[in-house]
C-alpha cells in the first residue's frame, strides 16, 4: 500500500507560479514512476508530466518548457513545478503512483485567475 498526500494548489494570476508537493508513504520502495494528472471541469483527466524512478521524464505538450516535475528521494517527495501558468491550467492537480498498482492522491486545486 502506497498512500499519498498532496499540498501546494492555490489560486494564482496568469503568468505566476505554484509549486505543487506530493509525498509518499508506506510502501514507497515498490514504487515505479510517479506522475502528476491534472482534470478541469467538463474534462477528462489528463496526463500532466510523469518521472520513472530511473530519472527520465514526460511532459504533455501543453506544459513543455513551463512544467517541471522533480523529486527528492530523501523526503519521499515529488514536486511539479508551474511557471508561466495560463488560464487553461486550471484544474484539480492529483499525483500519481505507480508500483504497478495504482495509487491517487486526493487532489489539490489549482486556480488560474486575474
Known amino acids: 500500500q502506497v498512500q499519498l498526500l498532496e499540498s501546494g494548489g492555490g489560486l494564482v494570476q496568469p503568468g505566476g507560479s505554484l509549486r505543487l508537493s506530493c509525498t509518499a508513504s508506506g510502501n514507497i520502495f515498490s514504487i515505479i514512476s510517479m506522475d502528476w494528472y491534472r482534470q478541469a471541469p467538463g474534462k477528462e483527466r489528463e496526463l500532466v508530466a510523469a518521472?520513472?524512478?530511473?530519472?527520465?521524464?514526460d511532459y504533455a505538450d501543453s506544459v513543455k518548457g513551463r512544467f517541471t516535475i522533480s523529486r527528492d528521494n530523501a523526503k519521499y517527495t515529488w514536486y511539479l513545478q508551474m511557471n508561466s501558468l495560463k488560464l487553461e491550467d486550471t484544474a484539480v492537480y492529483y499525483c500519481?503512483?505507480?508500483?504497478?498498482?495504482?495509487?491517487w492522491g486526493q487532489g489539490t486545486q489549482v486556480t488560474v485567475s486575474s
Open positions: 500519481h503512483a505507480t508500483t504497478p498498482r495504482s495509487y
Open positions: 518521472l520513472a524512478r530511473g530519472g527520465s521524464t
